[in-house]
C-alpha cells in the first residue's frame, strides 16, 4: 500500500516534508528522544515511533523552538517542497485553546 492511494504517511517523513525540521533524521531523532502528542478521534497518545501512521485530522502536539506546537493535519505531501507548499499541509491551532 503506497502513501499516495492510502493518505497516510509516517510521522517522521511528514515533519519533514512540513518543514518543521531540516532534515528527516533530525525529525527521526526528535521523535524517538522527545516524542510527539498524537490526537485522534479524541483520543491523545505520546508517539515515541519515528515509523508511526499518521492521517489527515490527526492533531500532533510537540515542542519546538521554545514553543509548544498544535496543529492539524491537512494533507500527507507528496514531496518536500517550498515553504509556501508546506504550509498546506497542516493548520496551526488557534493559540487560546
Do not use: C
Not at 509516517?10 to 533524521?25: H, P
Request: proline share 4%; charged share 35%.
Amino acid at each position: 500500500m503506497s502513501e499516495a492511494n492510502s493518505g497516510d504517511t509516517r510521522l517522521d517523513i511528514w515533519l519533514w516534508r512540513a518543514r518543521f525540521f531540516k532534515t528527516r533524521g533530525m525529525a527521526t531523532d526528535y521523535v524517538s528522544r522527545k516524542g510527539v502528542r498524537l490526537t485522534r478521534h479524541g483520543e491523545t497518545r505520546k508517539v515515541t515511533k519515528a515509523g508511526a501512521r499518521i492521517l489527515p485530522g490527526d492533531i500532533l502536539t510537540f515542542y519546538k523552538a521554545k514553543t509548544i506546537e498544535t496543529v492539524e493535519i491537512l494533507a500527507p505531501g507528496e514531496r518536500r517542497g517550498p515553504a509556501t507548499e508546506a504550509q498546506a499541509l497542516y493548520r496551526r491551532a488557534p493559540e487560546d485553546e
